[in-house]
């Protein structure tokens, strides 16, 4: 449904008002810079909307925009860049938008103005035959009406009418008011292209609209194009009302936004005047309307004056209904996305989300009112809980000559010292073996120095209370988490789970049977060879609790990943995540170069792989100065194996533009050839998020690693690029355990149990001296097509691709997502991001062997069986040995199974059963596992309910 309202222009030449600017004001303290838009386009210029970047306002300094109606004043709480609300060019007898920037403390300052946007008529993005008419200052006595798209109507000509239709006293007149306009800038369907754009939306609260999601980034900062009109409107007979003067509020921020699945809704709050709106909000209805409901809709078509469809002398009705979805036979056109339905009672009972002709779509807004449970308060802070494993298994060799509990120290002391201190985040600790820690190891507290002191100890960090944690027992991941869940049962933050695990559970409680854990995010690492680990279950965990699964091969990997996810679940997520090599006659690696576009904080993460030697950053600003440990203003920590390097924005005047990272040695020990990792996370501006998915994957199943690009206070970014990098296992583990024909029992290390088959492929790596499975990387390029992502709107960020037969074997799958895109010509930056995923045997009937052996008759004429099956997938492959839980098996009809599948350790499972008197040919039926598919009801982003 996207549509053009108006095209947006580039300045001939960048202009800079202001002292900066290096010009004599043109009066006292000011600077004044008049926009001329240039020549009209055919219809002429319905209004402009003002861009201004680089944004210097020092002290006091400030900069009006003249709307026409109103002033735009932007200060130094204003982002690195600004849009304007619409301007009426009207009200200035020279056409000319006046710009001012005033001096208020500081001498210096200045903003640049680099393009604008232009309201006009325009043809449709998918229909080059429509024609819009977005006129909210109403420049003609009588209203022009658009060429609409006629895709969305079920009559023609369309069974609407000019809102003022409505007779005095019916409740269509009485709703009218509530209904608007929002004008945003938008994205063209070329994916590039910025355009000027519009949907509806409807005043639900004093200052809160109610539309769809599908046009927004999901972020919690401002909106930075976006405001909306209420009075856009004619007489019925499409004249310019008497004393007309429109006005438009500016959107603040995303209250709530909830956007997946069939939910599709987002509350926006408004700047109002001191003295409000004068308009009486509708109420949003609790209940799902019924089939046979009279309803009306009240919306702004290709940016039309308002609309009520049907028309006043009739009521439509609704067609059908559940909790997640309206169906109606309106019309409507583009630009009515995001409007309310009404009922007869004039109570908001759906928001338009899409559909087609006599079958338009509304989401029930008794569904979002569930929702919406939780207060609409901006999240910020969060309370994590790291739990940690100490079973007997993290005495093992990490990967790199350390014991895994060394290298899982030095991991969490890098995430807990990369929290900043003296603010409403809180951290604790718990680790957990035959049982966790009781009471836990670091009750949840406020992140400040001494906390950080107790969990860390001093540099290097390696003491406290993680360095005092000691190995043995065996594996509760349940415990665990059970008792980080008890330490945020009060939270009123964010709440978060970090998890760090390296075997299988096999002591109760077990993941399973943990209840509570509704509305954390849960972030799994599982740390060592797949072998070792269950992926599937921590893959279903992760996805379940809106978080991510990574498994990290080895210590750096480990270190990486808890960057990565302090980056993820405090900050903006990743800029960058390279991998390097520093030989042992080399004194510094090559410059990592990257770009910065709005962040407000850049945190420079380094990690290398052997003890005893350490590396320092280096970091270049665009324009050449050097930034390290020592630079004044710059936040830094060295842990053993591991050093960060946190800059705030701007530095010396700083910010936007290429940088770059070097790493080098210091110290004095004996150098030795290094790996090591640079990331770079961002603080504000753009985040790069993982679409939910489903939590248990199979072999054969089609998969969309969906992501979503989500707009900081800029808005939404341009020229997006998305790429995507999956690492595929290239055997299968099920078939190399059933031909190798080597199975080993079940071992323990330091009191923990290392079941049969992990056991069996931990010797197969031992003898081979290599892993059991290698890995090949495939890559993808990422599509915002609405058959890629589901979603109709291009602008929704949502990027992905459809996948079949891409998860042809089972094993871990690693991801690797990076977006690059810009704001305006020469602002650009990227994002990165990785998640892992377990796929299973998708256990297949017609490639699975079943043997049944039919024994004597008993007394009762039935008869006993015995059957031998060799379960494998579509592909071929092999369940192998030790996976009974991998596939299920029932009985045809007469055949009735009597014991457990018992595991025969070579790929085979046996299962008794007996036949029916009278049954011929007895039978078994092999499936999968059910899929659970279910999801936490808290999204992320989503503010818990305040406990009493």
């Not at 599908?214 to 909106?223: G, K, N």
Request: charged share 20%; with cysteine.
């Amino acid at each position: 449904m996207t549509h053009i309202v108006g095209t947006v222009q580039p300045v001939a030449q960048p202009v800079v008002i202001g002292p900066d600017s290096g010009l004599p004001p043109t009066s006292a303290n000011t600077w004044l810079f008049e926009l001329d838009p240039g020549a009209p386009p055919p219809g002429g210029i319905k209004f402009i909307i003002v861009h201004l970047q680089n944004l210097n306002l020092p002290a006091n300094n400030s900069v009006e925009i003249d709307l026409g109606y109103d002033k735009d004043i932007l200060t130094a709480t204003n982002d690195f860049d600004f849009w304007s609300r619409p301007v009426n060019l009207a009200a200035f007898p020279n056409g000319k938008v006046p710009i001012r920037y005033i001096t208020n403390g500081a001498a210096t300052g200045g903003v640049t103005l680099d393009r604008f946007g232009r309201g006009e008529r325009h043809a449709g993005d998918g229909d080059p035959t429509s024609n819009s008419n977005c006129d909210p200052f109403l420049l003609d006595a009588n209203y022009v009406e658009p060429t609409f798209n006629t895709s969305l109507f079920c009559a023609t000509p369309p069974d609407f009418e000019n809102a003022d239709c409505a007779t005095a006293g019916d409740v269509r007149k009485t709703a009218a008011p509530s209904a608007g306009m929002i004008v945003h800038i938008d994205i063209a369907a070329d994916g590039v292209t910025e355009i000027v754009s519009s949907f509806s939306g409807t005043l639900v609260g004093p200052d809160l609209v109610l539309t769809t999601a599908q046009l927004f980034a999901f972020a919690p900062a401002q909106l930075q194009s976006a405001a909306i009109i209420f009075n856009y409107a004619t007489t019925c007979a499409g004249a310019r009302p008497a004393n007309y003067a429109g006005q438009f509020h500016r959107v603040k921020r995303i209250a709530k936004l909830g956007f997946f699945g069939a939910v599709d809704y987002a509350l926006l709050q408004l700047n109002v005047p001191a003295a409000g709106l004068g308009i009486t909000p509708a109420a949003m209805r609790g209940d799902v309307p019924a089939a046979g409901e009279q309803i009306f809709c009240l919306h702004h078509p290709e940016g039309a004056v308002k609309r009520l469809s049907a028309k006043h002398t009739a009521f439509k009705t609704v067609i059908s209904a559940d909790a997640n979805s309206i169906v109606a036979d309106l019309d409507v056109a583009s630009g009515s996305l995001g409007a309310g339905l009404f009922d007869a009672a004039g109570k908001v009972a759906g928001v338009l989300r899409g559909g087609s002709g006599c079958n338009i779509e509304f989401f029930p807004t008794a569904t979002a009112l569930d929702d919406i449970g939780n207060p609409p308060d901006e999240p910020t802070f969060r309370d994590v809980m790291i739990v940690l494993d100490r079973s007997g298994s993290m005495a093992l060799d990490g990967g790199a000559g350390q014991a895994k509990i060394d290298e899982a120290r030095d991991a969490a002391s890098l995430f807990i010292q990369l929290v900043q201190s003296d603010g409403p985040n809180q951290i604790g600790l718990v680790s957990f073996s035959t049982a966790a820690t009781n009471p836990v190891d670091f009750a949840l507290q406020p992140v400040n120095a001494a906390n950080k002191l107790a969990l860390t100890g001093p540099a290097p960090f390696t003491s406290g209370i993680i360095g005092g944690i000691t190995v043995d027992g065996t594996t509760s991941i349940g415990s665990g988490l059970a008792a980080a869940r008890d330490q945020m049962l009060l939270s009123v933050n964010l709440r978060s789970i970090l998890l760090l695990t390296d075997g299988l559970q096999n002591t109760p409680p077990n993941i399973e049977s943990v209840t509570g854990l509704e509305g954390i995010e849960i972030n799994a690492i599982g740390f060592g060879a797949a072998s070792s680990l269950n992926g599937a279950l921590l893959t279903q965990l992760s996805e379940v609790h809106n978080g991510l699964y990574v498994r990290a091969d080895d210590g750096l990997d480990l270190k990486k990943y808890f960057a990565l996810a302090f980056g993820n679940i405090f900050a903006a997520g990743a800029l960058l995540d390279p991998e390097g090599k520093l030989a042992a006659r080399e004194v510094a690696g090559k410059p990592i170069k990257f770009n910065v576009c709005g962040e407000k904080t850049i945190t420079i993460v380094v990690g290398w792989d052997k003890p005893g030697q350490t590396l320092g950053i280096t970091a270049k600003t665009p324009g050449g100065a050097s930034v390290t440990a020592g630079t004044a203003g710059v936040q830094h920590a060295t842990g053993r194996t591991w050093a960060f390097l946190r800059i705030k924005l701007p530095h010396n005047g700083e910010r936007n533009g290429p940088w770059a990272v070097t790493v080098h040695r210091t110290g004095e020990a004996e150098p030795v050839a290094l790996r090591y990792f640079v990331n770079v996370i961002a603080e504000a501006g753009t985040k790069f998020v993982r679409w939910p998915a489903r939590d248990r994957y199979f072999t054969g199943d089609a998969v969309n690693p969906i992501v979503r690009l989500v707009g900081g206070g800029s808005g939404f970014p341009q020229k997006v690029k998305v790429s995507l990098t999956v690492s595929r296992p290239t055997a299968s583990a099920g078939t190399l355990l059933t031909r190798a024909r080597r199975p080993q029992p079940p071992s323990a290390r330091r009191g923990d149990t290392i079941p049969a088959r992990q056991a069996t492929m931990l010797a197969l790596e031992k003898s081979s001296r290599k892993p059991l499975i290698d890995y090949a990387e495939h890559r993808f390029d990422l599509s915002a097509d609405p058959a890629h992502t589901k979603v109709a709107a291009r602008s929704s960020g949502l990027f992905g691709a459809t996948m079949t037969d891409f998860l042809n074997v089972e094993g871990t799958y690693t991801f690797h997502a990076v977006a690059t895109y810009a704001y305006g010509k020469d602002c650009i930056s990227s994002r990165e991001l990785q998640w892992s995923v377990e796929v299973d045997v998708g256990v297949d009937q017609e490639k699975s062997d079943v043997k049944i052996t039919t024994g004597a008759a008993r007394p009762d004429k039935t008869k006993t069986i015995t059957a031998v099956v060799i379960p494998r997938d579509a592909f071929g492959n092999h369940v192998g040995p030790g996976r009974p839980d991998a596939f299920t098996v029932t009985g045809t009809p007469g055949t009735t199974l009597t014991g457990a599948v018992r595991d025969n350790g070579d790929g085979s499972y046996t299962v008794a059963g007996v036949i029916d008197a009278g049954v011929r040919k007895p039978g078994i039926v092999l499936a999968r596992p059910v899929r659970c598919e279910c999801r936490a009801s808290s999204r992320p982003g989503v503010r818990p309910r305040e406990r009493k």
